[in-house]
């Protein structure tokens, strides 16, 4: 089976960088996937990192360390936009199982 | 659009009956996934297909539940004798088998069970 924390909510001001850590205890790990999900709204993939290291898309990044079972997601220069739930998912090869989720709330 | 379609949206029953959703994935996408997620909560894994045939159902699915792909298009998810405890979004999603960590979900169904 497969567990994931983290944290339940983090709050930051419009244009800081705000990191979003995720720790997972798994069997079968293949690698860890990040979501992000607005209120109503369906989750939406962001990134995902099968290999040690930074993966970078435009403002996020995902960093993902196997012996540290440990992983996050960094946003950079935020917006109010990026208000939302943000969920690591650790993914086998059949399925992934998701965290509880973060929401992140963006201030002006 | 071409995006994960599910249909219906939204629906209310009461408790006892039996409800049916549907999930139109995306159509080159050859796996298709069914979650269920509650308030504050992630999405909780359910079954998925690749192709037609169902390859894994979470232990935590009672046999109230079934899950179809008969063409390996479109998939359905049953519920019988609904409970209470039913209620939430039941999402679909669906990707390429080579990439199941990259998975595409639809707007779900809110289902309400009086």
């Known amino acids: 089976g497969q567990s994931l924390e983290q944290p339940s909510e983090v709050t930051a001001v419009e244009g800081a960088i705000v990191q979003i850590n995720c720790t997972y205890q798994t069997s079968g790990f293949y690698g860890l996937s990040w979501y992000q999900q607005h209120d109503g709204g369906a989750p939406t993939f962001l990134s995902y990192?099968?290999?040690?290291g930074l993966e970078e898309t435009g403002r996020f990044s995902s960093f993902l360390s196997r012996s540290d079972s440990y992983g996050y997601l960094l946003l950079q220069e935020l917006q109010m936009k990026d208000s939302a739930s943000y969920f690591c998912?650790?993914?086998?090869?059949?399925?992934?199982?998701f965290g509880s989720g973060t929401q992140l709330t963006v201030l002006p | 659009d071409t995006g994960v379609s599910q249909d219906p949206r939204h629906k209310i029953t009461k408790r006892g009956q039996n409800v049916t959703f549907r999930c139109d994935p995306i159509s080159e996408h050859n796996r298709l996934y069914w979650y269920r997620q509650t308030l504050g909560q992630g999405p909780e894994f359910l079954t998925y297909f690749q192709n037609e045939a169902q390859l894994e159902k979470s232990r935590l699915l009672s046999d109230r539940f079934s899950a179809e792909r008969p063409k390996g298009s479109f998939s359905t998810l049953e519920i019988q004798r609904t409970e209470q405890g039913d209620s939430a979004m039941y999402l679909c999603?669906?990707?390429?088998?080579?990439?199941?960590?990259?998975?595409?979900f639809g707007p779900g169904t809110r289902l309400t069970v009086l």
């Open positions: 998912a650790a993914g086998s090869a059949r399925q992934l199982t």
């Open positions: 990192n099968a290999l040690d």
């Open positions: 999603a669906s990707s390429l088998a080579l990439r199941p960590n990259e998975q595409f």
